[in-house]
């Protein structure tokens, strides 16, 4: 059974840095593709990032490409959101996303995590 627990989030001022963390369980970590989106207040679920098993290549949603930063650790079963630059507009919940396909986790088709929360002040 797939098991995601995201870490990380909290309060952060504008221009202030954050790293997200996503342990995953029940499947073979190093197989999967993995991903993050987020969730603003009264908005639907908008796709973050993405890092794929097999050869670690990156998907970024253009709104934080360059300031944000996915990646692995297959040893720890763990993928990271390194976030620099926050805005007040990086305020959401964030999740994580899992399948064996990069192409459904681009999509928000894989399993979730619970979400945590991260809120950037001005």
């Known amino acids: 059974q797939v098991q995601l627990v995201e870490s990380g989030g909290g309060l952060v001022q504008a221009g202030g840095s954050l790293r997200l963390s996503c342990a995953a369980s029940g499947f073979t970590f190093s197989r999967y593709a993995m991903g993050w989106f987020r969730q603003a207040p009264g908005k639907e679920r908008e796709f973050v990032a993405a890092?794929?098993?097999?050869?670690?290549?990156?998907r970024y949603t253009e709104s934080v490409k360059g300031r944000f930063t996915i990646s692995r650790d297959n040893a720890k079963n763990t993928v990271y959101l390194q976030m620099t630059s926050l805005k007040p507009e990086d305020t959401a919940v964030y999740y994580c996303?899992?399948?064996?396909?990069?192409?459904?986790?681009?999509?928000?088709?894989?399993?979730w995590g619970q979400g945590t929360q991260v809120t950037v002040s001005s």
């Open positions: 996303n899992a399948d064996a396909y990069i192409v459904v986790v681009t999509r928000g088709g894989g399993s």
């Open positions: 890092i794929n098993w097999s050869d670690s290549s990156t």
